[in-house]
């Protein structure tokens, strides 16, 4: 018994050595900065120890609610909750019937792919040309179609800027939900929606008592991974507004960003992190608490 | 015996082909950090540079502006980085002091420029208060106005504005009067942003300033959150009054393609920027409209209550402290210092040598400039004093760029621009 368990530890040191190497070692570093007032300029000098000043300064400044807002609110709940729903919506839509009928599922499955296979880079810069006040073809065809008289600034205005930022995370995102979901969906028994019919139930009803129960464990654990990528997403606000016009559309992880290579400040930009850490934590042990046991008993 | 000879001269042969390209290769292998769009004839003068010096290989490696700092810092701050680094005049002192550019005091003594160290503008933000030199200037340049003429005549503007608030009238008057952007400056608040300048400009024409130093040597503000607000009002009013397209409150550069388009275009009367973009603007007009006279002119900034002014900005060149092969590094920023440089490659900037500057046909299109340089004055106690310029830059950025999308009012966003310098001056950037 004894031997197995050593053999057990020593199969599993490397694995935790890499853990601790990669892992611990870079967050204990960053606490320790995040206890300094480590600059940019003084990084050969290193930093003066401040305590919990840099924490402090950050929870209770005025943009502190602000930032956390744009991180749950518009960056996080609305473009996982669209990119969710888009994407079921999309699942369905290659599932069905009337695809497969005109000959356009393959196509379909084909496109759908597109953006996924476009890297945010890139797709951050064609939206941003087309939705440009100026030259864009968005406002062409708005002009065009009567709808506005003159060009809207989608980066600029303060009532489009998020949903511009949105719409570009859900294009570039949604392909991943749609096709996990459409995975899901085509292993859904015939059978099931066959005899429902025959039942007198109507389509809705399928939906609603087959197949979104058979979805719900795909769409869990979909929307939580979701959930991660996106409160930690830099490259989508950065790209596309650079966090403004001034500091409206800065989340967390601009905020790191700004503070440690704008402003240089290593020290408080790494206490932002660790707050930032301390969220994404709450969602790992909501995951490991009420997710993966689940999971593990359904693989067993 | 004859195999013999044979299988040997073979080996010598097999030898040289293979370690004889090998052994040939340059001694010595430079990386030149270049943070302008001039990639093209910049690589053409450092071709030239290496058939001069055949033991001498150098790298061209491009970087926008807007990361060219940070990410020079974090390189320098692990032993790594380019071996000639490209800076803003302003940068170079606080690089400088953080260790990551190389004194070049010793090499100017070993192998000295050609004019001195004294025929070069803007000295005192390339050493510190010890005399530690860290940057060659390279280039100099003051930002001026540039307008359409075409589109003023179509607006029956006959003058240049002369003050802020006829520059103004202008803008608003080409607006209503032919439906083009009046006076379309960048809004935004990234990095590099060019409402720093424009928002200094304006204070200093006023007779404030940001940082100035006090009778007794200490550095504070001459600027009230009122003083702020009113500046940012000022340029608030050419976007909500429709002269200054919204879409540039997400344009923070000179340069910004939407804002040369426009003026090339003519579809925007009235512009500001430093002479190498203009010099583009320029050239891209020519190209659009082969044989068909410039329809442009470059005036000085408009006066305030007190002058007119803009600051003497350009750019340096400095050596990595990690780099292996100083005394190599130093030969190629002095080559690049060169007067061909600017007449042949380096075609959009002006030489920061006094003695060069002096032979610069500025040409008729390029007046203004020339004429806003006898107004222009240096960052002085913003350079000396204890907030780094990047770091009040960003602040003022920010803060215009807030108050000017209407994210904050104008007071509170001055306000927060006090507080925040005032951080600064106390902490010296924390």
Known sequence: MRGERLFIALMLAPAFLVLALFYLYPTLQNLAISLTDLSLLRLKVGGNWVGLDNYREFVTGPDFGHILFNTVVWLTLLSVALRMLIGLGMALLLDSRVLKRVRLSTIAKLAILVPWATPPIV????????????????????????????????????RTVWPSVVTIIVWNTVPLVAVSLLASLQSIPDELNEAAALDGAARWQQFRYITLPFLMPTITVLTLMSVFWTFNNFVYVWL???????????????????????????????????????????????YYRFLAPSELKDSL | MRKLTLSFAALLLGLSLTIGPALAQPAVNLTFRFNDTEEQPMRAALDQFQQQNPGIKVELQRIGW???????????????????VHMAQVWVKEMGQAGALLSLNDLMK??????????FVAQDLAQDKQGVIF???????????????????????????????????????????????GFGFPAGGSASGAIWFLANYYWWSNGKALVVQKPDGSYGMNLTAADIAESMHYFKSFITEGHNPTSNLSASDAHDPAILQALVAGTQGIGTMPPNTYKQVLESYAA??????????????????????????????????????????????????????????????????????????????????AEQLGYARTWGPYSDGPAPIGAMWNATGRAFSAALSGQRSEKDAADELLQAMSKLMQTRGQ
């Open chain 1, 123 to 158: 797709a951050v810069v064609i939206w941003r040309w087309m939705l440009d006040g100026q030259n864009g073809i968005v406002n062409a065809v708005l002009k065009n179609l009567g709808i506005v008289d003159h060009p809207v600034a989608f980066f600029a205005d303060l």
């Open chain 1, 240 to 286: 596309a507004t650079g966090a403004g016009p001034g500091t409206y559309t800065n989340v967390l992880a601009t905020e790191i960003y700004i503070k440690a290579f704008v402003d240089f400040r290593l020290g408080y930009s790494s206490a932002v992190g660790m707050v930032m850490a301390l969220v994404m934590a709450v969602f790992g042990i909501v």
């Open chain 2, 66 to 84: 807007r990361d060219a700092r940070d990410q020079y810092l974090r390189e320098a701050a692990v032993g790594q980085g380019p071996d000639v």
């Open chain 2, 110 to 119: 070993k192998s000295p420029l050609p004019n001195g160290f004294d025929d």
């Open chain 2, 135 to 181: 940057g060659l200037p390279w280039t100099t340049d003051t930002w001026a106005m540039v307008y359409r003429t075409d589109v003023l005549k179509a607006a029956g503007i006959t003058q240049l504005p002369d003050t802020w608030a006829e520059l103004h009238d202008a803008s608003a008057q080409i607006t209503k009067r032919t439906g083009k952007a």
């Open chain 2, 288 to 369: 659009a409209n082969p044989g068909k006279p410039l329809p442009f002119v470059s005036g000085p900034f408009p006066k305030g209550s007190v002058t007119r002014t803009s600051n003497i900005g350009g750019r340096m060149l400095g050596i990595n402290v990690n780099s292996k092969h100083p005394a190599e590094a130093w030969k190629l920023v002095k080559y690049l210092a060169t007067e061909p440089i600017f007449t042949k490659y380096y075609t959009t900037q002006f030489p920061a040598q006094r003695s060069l500057l002096k032979k610069v046909d500025f040409g008729t299109e390029m007046k203004g400039f």
